[in-house]
């Protein structure tokens, strides 16, 4: 029985992107948002306008986004170290910016649907109350998206790195911010020159831009959550590393995501001069993308090795 500790052999799979600060600023622009839209709902039902109530219901759909990506700091961090998680909880900020971009992609599609209706069916629109809204939206999400603009962590290993699950929500205040500002647009030509039919078709812009926003965020985060491979460059300099070091050959070659900035590696190597698997790791020292590796050595006779091409 072992009676040495076995620490030197064992990998850290905690690799969740730790950001306090992304996570304290999300807190405050929740708050700022939800007061937000408290003030609107209760204006829009004491006042009767349909505008305040619209943007006070619009304003809770990113209460949720907020509410997920707080949800996704906290899940990621609590179970870290959590080892029913066989890689560590470093997808779940991932998992947070894909479920907030999907759901940003939902509202940009009913803000379509309305906005199409409203030009074959336009409706009173009480501009003065809705001009004011307009500005107070854009106030609240300008004020957002600073507290929220840097969504590129300075981790611990000396890299910056992109957090998706802070991006999500930097991006439904940006919407939201657009939409306001071409809301704006719209409603002082409709006061002040009668164009009442800008306001729907502001609506389809604002719908299309978001959505285009949305399926580039679901377009980075869903090769993470399906354990997408490195790139094709970076994985031709590890094999090249490896293979040109005496007669190694390698069988078997797979790289997958374990977070947005973490990779793990298995890779097995055929060769006629076995060495330890620490001296394969130390050729791939350098690749600092790769943070957790498992090397398999198998020996071959001369007339069963493969030959180098």
């Known amino acids: 029985m072992h009676q040495h500790s076995l620490a030197q052999w064992q990998q850290d799979h905690d690799f969740v992107l730790a950001n306090q600060r992304g996570e304290k600023r999300t807190r405050y622009v929740l708050a700022l948002t939800a007061i937000t839209m408290v003030a609107e709902i209760v204006a829009g039902l004491a006042f009767g306008s349909m505008a305040l109530l619209a943007d006070g219901w619009h304003m809770a759909t990113h209460v949720a986004a907020f509410l997920i990506t707080l949800f996704a700091y906290r899940y990621a961090s609590k179970h870290a170290d959590n080892p029913a998680f066989a890689f560590g909880t470093g997808k779940v900020s991932v ?18 649907l309305e906005s199409v209706e409203r030009l074959f069916n336009p409706e009173q629109i009480q501009l003065n109350a809705a001009i004011a809204v307009a500005f107070l939206g854009l106030i609240v999400n300008l004020v957002s998206a600073w507290l929220l603009k840097d969504h590129h962590h300075h981790s611990h290993d000396g890299h910056h790195h992109h957090d998706h ?23 002082l030509a409709a006061k002040l020159a009668g164009l009442t039919w800008l306001d729907p078709i502001m609506g389809v812009v604002g719908a299309i831009i978001i959505t285009v926003w949305a399926l580039g965020l679901i377009r980075e985060t869903s090769p993470i959550l399906l354990d997408g491979s490195i790139d094709e460059h970076y994985s031709n300099a590890i094999r090249q590393r490896i293979e040109q070091d005496a007669d190694n050959r390698i069988a078997d070659f797979h790289i997958w995501h374990l977070s947005a900035h973490h990779y793990a590696a298995i890779i097995t190597i055929v060769t006629d001069q076995p060495r330890p698997t620490a001296h394969y790791k130390d050729l791939l020292a350098e690749f600092d993308r790769l943070s957790h590796v498992t090397i398999e050595v198998h020996q071959c006779q001369d007339a069963d090795c493969p030959s180098h091409s």
Not at 100 to 107: E, F, H, K, P, R
């Open 95 to 112: 998992l947070g910016g894909f479920s907030s971009a999907v759901a940003l992609a939902i509202v940009a599609m009913f803000m379509l």
């Open 165 to 187: 699950n802070l991006k999500a929500a930097y991006m439904h205040v940006l919407a939201d911010a657009l939409t306001s500002v071409l809301a704006i647009i719209a409603l």
